[in-house]
């Protein structure tokens, strides 16, 4: 279904400063003005369409930060088109509350952001009488084996919050498109700099913008990629009427963000595998995972699909649920708070208490350390993490 379109020829690194065309008209200014104003004046001499898309209506249907934000975005992503949101989750729900009628059948990763898993763990399938299976889309033929007649989505996660297992989105793509079903990507954990969805065949292209794009940890946002056609059934749709409208302002902080995200991705990455090969060699850790170790199981499709490795890993380390909280309360430079691809680096604990566990691989089941690098110097994080792991 999704057609590319590269609309410019810059690279992404100027797309992510001046998007797709640098503007130099004189007197114009260089940053992007935010426009607060919610309301507009409209015109006397003709009727206004109120459930239009468009500038100078009213705010939910669209303001001039949301606009120019959409359009680097699609730039970046390779979309010819872009929606964004007020967060990720509002990009998800608007994707699935506009492709899933009732009655129909999505197949999702079954590592995936809580949110998802409960939209279709009750909350949307209950209500629209939908019907989900969560299977581990790492492998294709377990994706084979779930489509239905009545199947119109194929929503995957990769990598997948929080084990970073890695599902193959142009093999995955070739299975959708041959029973017309729509696959849907939400690609937070890779970053729009590092992994292209719409190029590997996905029709749609989700983010996370509070995470990576922003960077910051300020603002919240989502952004969902893909053909005109499919961006404008979802704003007219969901965005409008649903309402989950992203602010001016954090268009305009987000954008901000996003001017410096190619550099701040090197960063990430760096450090992270930096800090997976020296997790790899500390006694009292039971397992690391990051697409970038030649351990990771998908590392060789991470390779082929990623072209960097982002700065998300996991691992865990010895003992039990109470001494995994001590090795917690020895660090003092990593953050404990949730959220990821920030500059801090930020952890977060699952214990083997968790019912969510059971979906993570093995090695995961004793409890483990979800673990966002942050831009700090990679030198300070491994000794705050080895003064941890010598002293719990
Ligand atoms: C992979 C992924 N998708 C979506 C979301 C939801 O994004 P938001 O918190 O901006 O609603 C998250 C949040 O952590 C996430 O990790």
Known sequence: MYKMTKNNSFDVDTICIHGAHKNTEPGTPVREPIV????????????????GVGHGI????????????????????????????????????????????????????KVCYAAVNKLFGGM?????????????????????????ENTKLIHVETPGNPTTGISDISEISKLAKAHNIILSVDGTFASPIYQKPLDLGA??????????????????????????????KIKLGAMINTGGIISPFNAWIIDRGLMTLPLRMEKHSNNAMEIAKFLQSQNNVTFVYYPGLESHPQHKLALKQMSGFSGMLCFGVKGDDLKQKEFLNKLSLITYALSLGDTDTLIVHTSKNDAKIKNYPQEFQNGFFRMSVGLESAKDIIADLKYALDNY
Request: one cysteine or more; a negative charge.
């Open 36 to 51: 607060l104003s919610n309301i507009y004046h409209l015109p006397k001499d003709k009727e206004p369409n109120w459930s």
């Open 58 to 109: 009213y705010t939910r249907n669209g303001s001039d930060n949301q606009f120019s934000l959409e359009a680097k975005m699609a730039a970046i992503e390779h979309a010819q088109d872009c929606a964004l949101f007020a967060s990720g989750v509002a990009a998800l729900s608007a994707v699935f509350w506009t492709f899933l009628p009732t009655g129909s059948h999505v197949i999702c990763s």
């Open 124 to 148: 949307l399938t209950e209500r629209y009488q939908i019907e989900a299976d969560f299977v581990d889309t790492t492998d294709i033929n377990e994706i084979k084996a779930h489509i239905k």
């Open 203 to 232: 029709d749609i292209s989700i983010h996370s913008m509070t995470k990576y794009i922003n960077g910051h940890g300020d603002a919240m946002g989502g952004c969902v990629c893909s053909t005109k056609e499919i961006i404008e």
